[in-house]
């Protein structure tokens, strides 16, 4: 299943705190069509009740359970920080990924990017990609 292309990856992300990170992993699902604009404010209610960052410098925003409805279909987005973004963590998050999941998805794209994130090369070959195209492959070859 192919969720990732090159118009939802941004490669040097700059924003001056969690929510403006969330906001822009957010805006790229809605603008690929994969959400309603209101998810953004789901996926910002959802960092509210519970920090998204996962450790290792990876932070995965997703909306509440009562955005299920405003899912139109299965889809990530990927902003990379060069700079890193505080999230809450003892380090800094320095990917965003953004996902959106339709009907019983979420779980499994959730463990999914986490899986591929075990891996620490991974987290390294992600931050050195040169092109949007590199990050997709990297995350689409481990789904």
């Given at each position: 299943m192919k969720m990732l292309s090159k118009e939802k990856i941004i490669l040097n992300g700059k924003a001056?705190?969690?929510?403006e990170a969330v906001r822009m992993a957010?805006?790229?699902l809605v603008d690929a069509g994969h959400v309603a604009p209101e998810y953004v404010d789901k996926m910002l209610e959802?960092?509210?009740i519970v920090s998204t960052y996962m450790g290792g410098g990876l932070a995965i925003p997703h909306g509440t359970k009562e955005a299920k409805n405003l899912i139109f279909s299965t889809g990530l987005s990927v902003v990379r920080f060069p700079e890193g973004v505080d999230f809450g963590g003892d380090e800094p998050a320095?990917?965003?990924?953004?996902?959106?999941?339709?009907g019983g998805d979420h779980m499994e794209?959730?463990?999914n990017v986490a899986?591929?994130?075990t891996e620490e090369s991974n987290l390294e070959r992600i931050m050195n990609?040169?092109?949007?195209e590199e990050i997709a492959d990297i995350l689409e070859g481990g789904m």
């Open positions: 001056k705190d969690k929510y957010g805006k790229l959802r960092e509210e320095f990917i965003v990924i953004g996902i959106a999941a339709a794209v959730l463990t899986m591929i994130f990609a040169a092109t949007e």
